[in-house]
Every structure is written in C-alpha cells, then in structure tokens.
T-cell receptor
Framework: NAGVTQTPKFRILKIGQSMTLQCTQDMNHNYMYWYRQDPGMGLKLIYYSVGAGITDKGEVPNGYNVSRSTTEDFPLRLELAAPSQTSVYFC??????????????FGEGSRLTVL | GQSLEQPSEVTAVEGAIVQINCTYQTSGFYGLSWYQQHDGGAPTFLSYNALDGLEETGRFSSFLSRSDSYGYLLLQELQMKDSASYFCAVRDPHNQGGKLIFGQGTELSVKP
C-alpha cells in the first residue's frame, strides 16, 4: 500500500497565483485532514473531511478551499497565494473507528514557497 | 479551547534516558497522543494514552495523569536516530471528526 500520497513535493508560487495540492490515500480511510507546519512550529489544521461530500474548517482556513468528491482524494486549493502561505503542508488520514486513539497517517508533505 | 505546552528543546547523550513533558488544557479530554517527526518529514504515530498510567512500547513509554493534565514520553537507551521532533496531541472533544490539536513540538538532540 502507498498510504497517503501528496503532490507536488515542492512548489514555488508568485504572489497572487493559485494552485492545488493533491492528496490521495489508498487505505479506505473516511477521515482526511490538511495541516500546515511553519518552521519550528507545530501542526495547524486547515480543513478536514469526515467523508465524501463533507468538509469543514479547521483552525486556519482563510485563503484555502477543499473538496472531497471521493473517499480517496482530498485536494487543497490555494487562491491568490500570499507570502504568509509559505509553509509545509501535510495531508493525513484516519479510519473513523480509530478516531479515539488519535492515530493519523501522514503524507510526506508539500513544501510551498510564495515569493 | 485547547492548548498544549512542551519544552522547545531537549538534549541528551546516547544510551541515556530522556523525558519529554506535555501539559494540556482542554474543555474535554479523550486521550493524549505522541508523534515523531524526523527532519521535517512525515510525522509518525508513536503512542496513545486514554487512561492514567504508563504504556510501554519497546524503548518508548508514554505516561498520562488526567488529574494533573500532564503526560510525558520517555525514551530509553537513546540512539542517534532518536534525534527528531516529538509532538503531543489531543483530540478536539467537541468534534466527531477525530480532529487533533498539536503542541508546538520538542526538538530532541542526541549527542554521542
């Protein structure tokens, strides 16, 4: 199994550009999440989804959008990129039956720089 | 809301034992999780404590005291490869989507 796969791994954007970070998982997990991690900091939740067609905001949703049309895919859209969005973005998934254990499976991250 | 506090850095020598503390403030509590992250890579799940006491998994153990809103991760027989960042996390008690709130992480440096 590939687990959680994110693309691209690296990207440089100009201010005002838009892009989509892709995330797919092959573990049939119904819960999926997007986190961002700034240097030396913890993980902040951007958006999450408890199943296809259901998404909700996390702690830092401004400037982002998500969709969940299938169980496997959870893309994150950045609109009008700003330097404050320079960060490492992690996609994660969890099987709902294990939600009580807090066991997340993370992708390798997408490193985004906005100049 | 929820908040977690961890020391930002800890240094120890190879072969030693180190303890990484985590205190939390939450309006409800399901349990405390620990994650390891090497060099900014994918965080990986280490352990989970829902009840008071010590859970042991090989060289790593995790402890929880619900009455003190406190937990720690204990690493024994430290190896160079244990140099990494360690995060504690709690589940958002008001949400059924399994959302985790993370601490800011403790960077562990293991010296020869």
């Amino acid at each position: 199994n590939a687990g959680v796969t994110q693309t691209p791994k690296f990207r440089i954007l100009k201010i005002g550009q838009s892009m989509t970070l892709q995330c797919t998982q092959d573990m049939n997990h119904n819960y999926m999440y997007w986190y961002r991690q700034d240097p030396g900091m913890g993980l902040k939740l951007i958006y999450y989804s408890v199943g296809a067609g259901i998404t909700d905001k996390g702690e830092v949703p401004n400037g982002y959008n998500v969709s969940r049309s299938t169980t496997e895919d959870f893309p994150l859209r950045l609109e009008l990129a700003a330097p404050s969005q320079t960060s490492v973005y992690f996609c994660a998934s969890m099987i709902s039956g294990r939600a009580g254990t807090g066991e997340l499976f993370f992708g390798e991250g997408s490193r985004l720089t906005v100049l | 809301g929820q908040s977690l506090e961890q020391p930002s850095e800890v240094t120890a020598v190879e072969g030693a034992i180190v303890q990484i503390n985590c205190t939390y403030q939450t309006s409800g509590f399901y349990g405390l999780s620990w994650y390891q992250q090497h060099d900014g890579g994918a965080p990986t799940f280490l352990s989970y404590n829902a009840l008071d006491g010590l859970e042991e998994t090989g060289r790593f153990s995790s402890f929880l005291s619900r009455s003190d809103s406190y937990g720690y991760l204990l690493l024994q027989e430290l190896q160079m490869k244990d140099s990494a960042s360690y995060f504690c996390a709690v589940r958002d008690p008001h949400n059924q989507g399994g959302k985790l709130i993370f601490g800011q992480g403790t960077e562990l440096s293991v010296k020869p």
